[in-house]
Nanobody
Framework: QVKLVESGGGLVQPGGSLRLSCEAS????????MSWYRQAPGKERELVAA????????NFADSVKGRFTISRDNVLNTVYLQMNSLKSEDTAVYYC?????????????WGQGTQVTVSS
């Protein structure tokens, strides 16, 4: 029943921008911290950005600080990743991740992943 539906991935040139969206359903969105991970070929999956359930706090990987922004809309049940000044090294499959922030069960869910390719 829980779904994390991503959109916005695709091909972009170096220096360009891309906005990823992840719409959640089947869960109480405001109870979940949200984050974006990415995985490039031959590399481990890494945390890109995270945002708390209320949106009061965010954190970013060093490699994307100053270039990426994470935000959320708890009315639309959507988390966003604004990606600016994109580099070839940003090429990866990007995954949306939700984890229960307040519940003792700490339930978590993964999106299906969306491809981001930065190339000239």
């Amino acid at each position: 029943q829980v779904k994390l539906v991503e959109s916005g991935g695709g091909l972009v040139q170096p220096g360009g921008s891309l906005r990823l969206s992840c719409e959640a359903s089947g869960l109480t969105f405001s109870n979940y911290a949200m984050s974006w991970y990415r995985q490039a070929p031959g590399k481990e999956r890494e945390l890109v950005a995270a945002i708390t359930a209320t949106g009061i706090s965010t954190n970013f990987a060093d490699s994307v600080k100053g270039r990426f922004t994470i935000s959320r809309d708890n009315v639309l049940n959507t988390v966003y990743l604004q990606m600016n000044s994109l580099k070839s090294e940003d090429t990866a499959v990007y995954y949306c991740y939700a984890v229960e922030q307040y519940n003792h069960a700490a339930t978590d869910y993964w999106g299906q992943g969306t491809q981001v390719t930065v190339s000239s």
